[in-house]
């Protein structure tokens, strides 16, 4: 009864308080549930400029080194705020020149390719329907695909009669694109603030760490962000430059063997590319079937092409690049992909192979000076490989000394003998 612990009278206030509020929100679970998505909605703009700051810093810690480098060779001493500034415009020049060029070079491109692609697949329509028809496959298509009625549709539905909702939908649209417009704009704004300020805000951060809270908690929260922060900027640089490297390889490629589709099939190879796994299987199924509309052999020149680039790319290019970006293992990759599709979507898929990345080096550092402490030692199949073979490596070496040396004991104990009989002879006594 002695050891047991006493709480002050300001602990004991603030559990019955804790107590009492965490009773109210859960009688009350609705309204709380909706005010926190009301919250979440309020900061869903200085959200997406968080990660928008995130993505766009990867270039301009780039140009930040870069900057660093050339000032360490010239002798230059500057702030490091100007690096980064100098960097960040940059990096918008970097990403306004490719949108530019993607507008002025790609854009026309992939309008021709899609109004090719819509010609060709309603001459194609009528064929499919009647293979469908001649091996008795009933299917609830359409018999006629006919684009004309799309734009009568539109017609007719813009007319007197329909005046007062078409009014109401565009004065709907208007405040929804001014609203857009105004979070966007916010977005943006805030993720300039954030990458022009990151360095302040850090070591205000770190301030507030270890002004409230324990060192040794501040210390484990501290090497978790950092832990956090190179993981995922690792792979958002993988991802971007693999996507970037096999669209362009792709791109040349295809053009090389003069296949439609070059442009389209690079937009969306580059696209889907940042899906870990299933993007460039995607991304070579879609431009198979495209080109499945102009020949089949075509369409297998696709898939040949697109697994030699592939291939080429992941083998050589892609490892002096990247390298093993994020430490984790494929499996783990996989179940984070998966799950992450399952319950958050494309953002899930992307968002959870960095965050399953966090997890699994902590758990293994925590496992392994847990094991270390135990002073127990448990092998993995590859380390208990590699233990025999040492083993076997300094069992023969151990086999070759002996034999060595039992040779020069041989060799000694023979020159020693016909030492002896030597003597032997030339004694005459004997």
């Keep these: 009864m002695e050891n047991r612990p006493r709480f002050t009278f300001k602990q004991c206030m603030l559990l019955s308080f804790a107590s009492i509020a965490m009773f109210v929100a859960l009688w009350n679970y609705k309204e709380v549930l909706s005010v926190i998505s009301s919250v979440f909605g309020y900061l869903m703009p200085l959200f997406i400029g968080a990660c928008l700051a995130f993505v766009l810093n990867v270039p301009t810690k780039a140009f930040e080194r870069m900057f660093a480098f050339i000032q360490r060779k010239c002798n230059l001493k500057v702030r490091h705020t100007l690096n980064t500034y100098l960097g960040f415009v940059l990096t918008l020049v970097a990403v306004g020149s490719a949108i530019t060029l993607f507008v002025n070079k790609m854009v026309p491109q992939l309008a021709v390719s899609g109004t090719d692609i819509v010609n060709r697949f309603r001459d194609w329509y009528p064929t499919a329907l009647n293979f469908l028809h001649e091996h008795n496959i009933d299917i609830n298509v359409p018999q006629e695909l006919d684009i004309d009625k799309l734009y009568d549709f539109v017609r007719s539905y813009f007319s007197f009669d329909n005046a007062i909702t ?134 297998l020149m696709f898939v040949v092409i697109f697994l030699v680039v592939q291939q080429i ?18 499996i783990w990759t996989l179940f984070a992909a998966l799950a992450g599709g399952q319950m958050m979507g494309l953002f899930g898929l992307i968002f959870f192979i960095p965050l399953t990345a966090v997890v699994y080096t902590l758990i293994k550092e925590s496992t392994a000076r847990r094991l270390k402490e135990k002073g127990i030692v448990v092998e993995s199949p590859a380390e208990s490989e590699e233990r025999e073979k040492k083993e076997k490596l300094m069992e023969k070496r151990r086999r070759r000394v002996e034999n060595k040396h ?15 009989n030597r003597e032997d002879e030339e004694d005459p006594e004997d």
Excluded: W
């Design 166 to 299: 078409v009014v109401n939908t565009v004065i709907d649209a208007a405040s929804s694109t001014f609203s857009v417009a105004i979070s966007a704009i916010s977005c943006v704004v805030f993720s300039i603030y954030l990458i022009t300020g990151k360095k302040k805000l850090n070591h205000q951060l770190h301030k507030l760490l270890y002004a409230y809270t324990p060192k040794r908690f501040a210390d484990k929260a501290c090497y978790i962000g950092t832990l956090s922060y190179r993981t995922f900027y690792n792979f958002i640089s993988s991802q971007c430059l693999d996507a970037l490297v096999l669209s362009l390889l792709l791109y040349a490629a295809l053009r090389i063997f003069k296949l439609p589709y070059a442009g389209i099939s690079c937009v969306l190879t580059g696209v889907l590319a940042l899906i870990p796994y299933v993007g460039a299987f995607l991304s070579c199924l879609i431009g198979a079937l495209l080109l499945l509309l102009v020949s089949p052999f075509k369409a």
């Design 313 to 330: 790319e992941g083998q050589f290019i892609y490892p002096h690049l990247v390298g093993n970006s994020i430490g984790l293992p494929a």
């Design 406 to 420: 039992r040779k020069k004991q041989e060799k000694r104990m023979k020159r020693k003998k016909r030492e002896e």
